[in-house]
């Protein structure tokens, strides 16, 4: 059933997709002033829990010049604060400067603050950087079959961890893994930014990361997750340069990131194939609000393509995409079993896209020629509700797998405008069954089925991690003239 009003609404949206870029852009581009200085040296900031001890990295012998390796700074550090854990927990404070460090491993109870005019730079010296074992449900590194470096900021085991600032810098200073990587150099896999697995209470906030190796968060075998505030910038030519990527994670919250990136700005994943089955972890319960994505060649949030074991109920809105592949688009293959279901989609706003919606059933990458064929992925409840769309060359791209059909698809109120020169065939599915209601242009006969009540499904429930409050902490920070 049509309504007027929530026609006219849709339409003053459209004309107001540049106002909520540019706000988008502003908000993200401003975190600091969210968190004022309480004095010439002392801040305020939010955390999921505060510390009674406090260290700069200087007292450990950090040199702030760019140019000394801090990365037994860091470590020194870190060790010694991590026997204050069971004393009110300790925080880390980088203060102003630029630090160069290898990998370091972080410690429970404990918050890692990055000042404003704070960068932390990554060594391009290879012996800073460990190696760490093949996650076990992928079953080799993503680069090569080999083992892995382990992450700029790495933690396992860890309970009640903050990485944060005001606006603070990570540089991964990418370019020397990139040439490596596009010259087949690489014997293991690279490094990512940040990485925490096995873990629970994790928050990542209010920092600028830029130029990661490879993916730049990736939290893995963890539960209650929440990260927010966070500017991600990789060229958009870099393979790989995912945003942020839950990993067979429970109870997350991603919210009020700005993204570009030469893959895909959010990539939901729960491990690969033969190996992912084995593990059997899901990512389930996960909400993603307020994300802005630039990303050319890939998805503003894809699922998968390594979701082998499962991802189930996430909710996502209030997206805004521009000169993006794809919006949200699920990714898999026969070989990958697990399930892509109970996804609810509501609110994007896009604009100069290739696709719309996309899925595919045949991505080619797998682990190793062990995965069984027979391994279906179950793709079910799919739903997507209320977007807005300009510049678009071809509204649909879903495609199925034979036997094995995508179900329970559903799309409403959705308004696609077209590009100078659209794809003739706006909507190809198939392999595809579902339902729609209010979409133009038309959806394709697989989706023509009146959606149940007129449109389709968001639950209004809250997930566990949408209540979590943060708590109001401090930090002093010395001046430097």
Not at 3 to 18: A, C, D, L, Q
Not at 62 to 82: M, Y
Not at 371 to 388: E, H, M, Q, R, T
Request: aromatic share 8%; net charge negative.
């Amino acid at each position: 059933m049509d309504h007027p009003r929530k026609s006219t609404k849709i339409h003053v949206t459209m004309t107001k997709i540049s106002a909520v870029i540019v706000l988008a852009l502003v908000s993200l581009a401003t975190v600091d002033a969210m968190n004022p200085r309480l004095s010439s040296n002392s801040l305020e900031f939010q955390a999921i829990n505060c510390r009674k001890h406090s260290a700069l990295l200087t007292e450990f012998g950090g040199v702030g010049d760019g140019v000394t390796s801090n990365t037994h700074a860091f470590r020194q550090a870190i060790e010694h604060l991590s026997t204050l854990a069971a004393d009110g927990g300790a925080q880390l404070v980088v203060p102003p400067g630029k630090w160069l460090t290898g990998s370091f491993n972080l410690t429970s109870h404990f918050t890692l603050f990055i000042d404003k005019e704070a960068t932390i730079l990554a060594s391009q010296n290879e012996s800073e950087w460990p190696l760490v074992n093949v996650l076990p449900s992928y079953g080799r590194g993503r680069d090569a079959p080999g083992g892995r470096y382990s992450s700029l900021i790495f933690g396992t085991n860890l309970t009640d961890v903050v990485i944060t600032g005001n606006n603070g810098t990570m540089d991964g200073q990418g370019s020397y893994w990139w040439e490596k990587f596009h010259k087949g150099e690489l014997k293991v896999t690279r490094p990512y930014m940040i990485e925490i697995m096995y873990s629970d209470q994790i928050q990542i906030s209010n920092l600028t990361l830029i130029n990661s190796p490879s993916w730049f968060v990736h939290p893995i075998y963890s539960s209650n997750v929440i990260i927010q505030g966070l500017t991600i910038l990789a060229p958009i030519t870099v393979p790989n340069t995912d945003g942020i990527d839950p990993d067979s994670c429970s109870n997350i919250r991603i919210e009020d990131c700005y993204v570009v990136s030469g893959d895909d700005c959010i990539a939901i994943k729960s491990g690969w194939d033969e190996y992912g089955i084995k593990f059997g972890m899901p990512t389930e319960d996960l909400v993603v609000r307020r994300l802005t994505c630039i990303s050319p060649d890939s998805a503003g949030i894809a699922l998968g393509s390594e979701m082998s074991g499962g991802i189930r109920n996430v909710r996502i809105e209030n997206v805004t995409a521009i000169n993006t592949e794809s919006a949200v688009r699920i990714k898999t293959a026969r070989g990958r079993g697990g399930y892509v279901k109970d996804i609810f989609v509501r609110g994007m706003f896009l604009s100069t896209m290739k696709y719309v919606f996309w899925m595919t059933g045949d991505y080619k990458s797998h682990a190793d020629d062990k995965f069984d064929p027979s391994a279906l992925p179950v793709i079910k409840n799919i739903n997507y509700i209320d977007v807005v769309a300009e510049n678009v060359t071809m509204s649909a791209k879903l495609a199925g797998i034979s036997g094995d059909p995508f179900t329970d698809i559903c799309v409403s109120n959705v308004k696609i405008g077209l590009s100078a020169k659209p794809k003739k065939v706006q909507w190809n599915c198939t392999d595809i069954e579902g339902f729609s209601s209010d979409v133009d242009p038309p959806p394709c006969a697989p989706l023509a089925k009146a959606a149940k009540s007129g449109k389709c499904d968001f639950p209004e429930d809250k997930l566990p991690i949408e209540n979590v409050q943060l708590k109001s902490c401090s930090v002093e920070i010395p001046a430097f003239s």
